[in-house]
């Protein structure tokens, strides 16, 4: 069904719409079971899901002579919303995926900074550059 939990409130277009609905039907020769089941469901209620009146719409505009199709819009015209969908509550960040993300963003930005500034600072010997790259590494991974 489209939309099941949302509820609104039966307008008399709905309940004539429903009871037409069910006269024709109830002329068709093989008309199954299953649609004649929206419009009973409806007949008399006070409340209808969505899907409930967008079926009852299509089957009005299948079976129902031109004069009694109703589209959606005209059946809910004038209805009260009683229920709508839940919306789900943001998600809470794990803190250490959070922790783990600023070090690896840290990282770029001070290899983006060291590519920047990399002509202006002075050159490091072999076994500085070398013992940098290893304290930059072993902070990547976690390791002491």
Same mark, same amino acid.
Not at 14 to 43: F, K, T
């Given at each position: ?7 609104? !409130?039966?307008?008399?277009?709905? +309940? /004539?719409?429903? %009871?037409?609905?069910?006269? $024709?039907?109830?002329?068709?020769? #093989?008309?199954? /079971? /299953?649609?004649? %089941?929206?419009?009973? !469901?409806?007949? #008399? ?5 969505? #899907? ?14 031109? %004069?009694?199709?109703?589209? $959606? @819009?005209?059946? $809910? @015209? ?12 943001? !998600? ?7 922790? !783990? ?6 990282? @770029? ?20 550059? +070398? ?7 072993? %902070?990547?991974? #976690?390791?002491?």
């Amino acid at each position: 069904a489209i939309m099941p939990d949302v509820l609104l !409130r039966v307008t008399p277009e709905i +309940q /004539e719409a429903a %009871a037409r609905l069910e006269s $024709v039907l109830s002329s068709i020769a #093989g008309c199954d /079971e /299953e649609q004649h %089941a929206v419009p009973r !469901r409806l007949n #008399g209620a006070s409340q209808a899901s969505l #899907g409930d009146i967008c079926t009852l719409s299509r089957l009005t505009r299948l079976h129902a002579p031109e %004069a009694d199709r109703k589209w $959606v @819009r005209d059946l $809910v @015209r004038g209805s009260v919303l009683l229920s709508a969908p839940q919306t789900p509550k943001p !998600r809470e960040k794990d803190p250490a995926v959070a922790a !783990r993300l600023q070090k690896i963003e840290n990282a @770029r930005l001070n290899a983006e900074y060291a590519s920047m500034v990399r002509d202006i600072t002075s050159k490091a010997s072999g076994k500085e550059k +070398q013992a940098a790259e290893i304290a930059s590494f072993k %902070a990547s991974i #976690g390791v002491g």
